[in-house]
């Protein structure tokens, strides 16, 4: 279970990354809702999911390698990766909605591990 949740990290890091180059280069992709409460700056939030997942990737790649402060520091990232997806619900839903799951089983994987 670690491995998938390393293995997710990883992967949802970097496709994170991918967003955020996206919102940083090319806002004009992502639709734009005038009336939405958390309503952001795409670029900044572009830059937030760049540096996020940055991290997520590289505590995924030590998730795999096996070291236990990843684990938690793990928990902790994909928690604020699960956030900053609800936030950016508007602006790409779908690719969202995904990533929520995806990181609601990730943090399921990292949590309920149990050395032998």
Not at 2 to 29: C, P, S, T, Y
């Amino acid at each position: 279970m670690v491995l998938f949740a390393g293995v997710m990290m990883l992967v949802g890091g970097l496709l994170e990354v991918f967003r955020g180059i996206m919102a940083i280069a090319e806002d004009d992709v992502f639709v734009t809702t005038p009336r939405y409460v958390f309503k952001f700056d795409l670029t900044s939030w572009g830059w937030i999911h760049l540096v996020l997942g940055v991290l997520i990737a590289l505590v995924g790649f030590f998730v795999i390698k096996g070291a236990a402060w990843a684990r938690i520091v793990g928990i902790f990232l994909v928690s604020l990766g699960l956030i900053g997806n609800f936030l950016d619900l508007p602006y790409y839903p779908l690719w969202s909605l995904v990533i929520i799951a995806l990181d609601v089983f990730v943090i399921w994987a990292l949590a309920v591990y149990r050395e032998d």
